[in-house]
């Protein structure tokens, strides 16, 4: 069983920064592919950013390139999302994703590339 816990949501300010966090178990967060997605109301949910199990590769999307950035602390068996300058277009809830199979580099992972996902945390970004 895989459990992903984001946490670290909230409403901000366009221009404004928030990290998400996302904990997990010693095993799922040293040897699986993890990343972030998001879904914003009436809209399919998106990937965002992938990070190999070593943590040496990360890929993001081109629409938060320069401004997100992911990473992961294996002693704290935590994923982080580190968001900067956030826009209202950003506003959507933002889940971990796992997976035991490794993801292709350099490409957007899809949804159903996904095995196991957080619950959720809301990003609010008001204009």
């Known amino acids: 069983q895989v459990q992903l816990v984001e946490s670290g949501g909230g409403l901000v300010q366009a221009g404004g920064s928030l990290r998400l966090s996302c904990a997990t178990s010693t095993r799922t967060v040293s040897r699986f592919a993890m990343g972030w997605f998001r879904q914003a109301p009436g809209k399919e949910r998106e990937f965002v950013a992938t990070?190999?199990?070593?943590?040496?590769?990360?890929y993001l999307v081109d629409s938060v390139k320069g401004r997100f950035t992911i990473s992961k602390d294996n002693a704290k068996n935590t994923l982080y999302l580190e968001m900067n300058n956030l826009r209202p277009e950003d506003t959507a809830v933002y889940y971990c994703?796992?997976?035991?199979?490794?993801?292709?580099?350099?490409?957007?992972?899809?949804?159903?590339?996904?095995?196991?996902w957080g619950q959720g945390t809301q990003v609010t970004v008001s204009s």
């Open positions: 990070i190999s199990w070593n943590g040496d590769t990360a």
């Open positions: 994703a796992a997976d035991s199979r490794p993801w292709r580099v350099g490409v957007p992972v899809t949804p159903n590339d996904v095995g196991f």
